[in-house]
């Protein structure tokens, strides 16, 4: 994941705006209620396979910073961002900790800026596979438990199952936008010619602000709000196909 240096006053207030603005609809709308409980096991496995991807890829290529720092690891409390993981229930899109990395320790078999793109895509790509596995459980359950899924019980598992579905698909997404400090910039930079690469990162700061007040106005929200239905739809229409139930 990337590492957010936007002032933390500035996110405390973000985020006290959005959980005030969201508190009276959950407590007058119990299945909105529910729908936050569920979300936040959803959260939990989002944000902590994402970040082990990360740290796994780099401890293969050949740094173990991540190993030395306890990332390589699927406890949650070694990944989680407090603020990054409110977004991500009250937004669909956040973060958790940055997994930090030195690129001069990776093996030199393949050039810097690919491993560091390869470590970068790693995230996104757990979360887009995350997806895949549960739709597949959840067309399991639609085909050989069907009686399963119209108990209270089952419900509840399949509610479960869809909105982790929806968070791993939003933070893919929103992960692979190509500003800074999204993981999508570093699998941008290694595909630049070498001048555009350079002028991208003298000016990355730039990039930063744009999509800091992309992100502020909404405006990043409703642009990629569209891209995950569209993911997430494929996704679920894919897995049925196979299982025949499409």
């Known amino acids: 994941m990337f590492q957010f240096g936007m ?5 405390y207030i973000i985020m006290a705006i959005l959980v005030i603005m969201s508190l009276g609809r959950y407590l007058n709308d119990t299945n909105a209620l529910l729908n936050l409980v569920l979300t936040l096991p959803a959260v939990l496995i ?16 050949g740094d173990d910073t991540p190993r030395r720092q306890g990332r390589l690891s699927l406890n949650p409390l070694s990944h989680l961002d407090p603020i990054g993981s409110i977004m991500l229930v009250f937004a669909g899109f956040g973060w958790g900790k940055p997994v930090e990395i030195e690129p001069r320790n990776f093996k030199r078999n393949i050039s810097m800026s690919a491993a560091e793109a390869i470590v970068s895509i790693a995230g996104p790509a757990m979360n887009f596979l995350l997806a895949i596995i ?8 639609a085909k ?5 899924g119209m108990t209270q019980l089952g419900l509840i ?6 909105i982790t579905i929806i968070i791993n698909v939003g933070l893919g997404v929103f992960n692979l936008i190509p500003l800074p400090p999204l993981d999508g910039s570093k699998v941008l930079q290694h595909f630049l010619p070498y001048n555009a690469k350079e002028w991208f990162i003298r000016n990355s700061q730039i990039f930063y602000i744009v ?36």
């Open 157 to 162: 598992i399949i509610s479960l199952i869809q």
């Open 7 to 11: 002032d933390r006053r500035t996110l």
């Open 211 to 246: 999509f800091v007040v992309l992100w502020i106005s909404g405006i990043a929200g409703s642009i990629i709000s569209p891209i995950i239905n569209i993911v997430y739809q494929g996704i679920t229409r894919l897995v049925a196909m196979l299982f025949g139930m499409f």
């Open 46 to 61: 989002a944000i902590t396979f994402h970040e082990y991807a990360h740290a796994f890829a780099a401890d293969r290529l």
């Open 144 to 148: 050989f438990a069907p009686l399963f």
């Open 134 to 141: 549960f739709s597949i459980l959840l067309c399991a359950i």
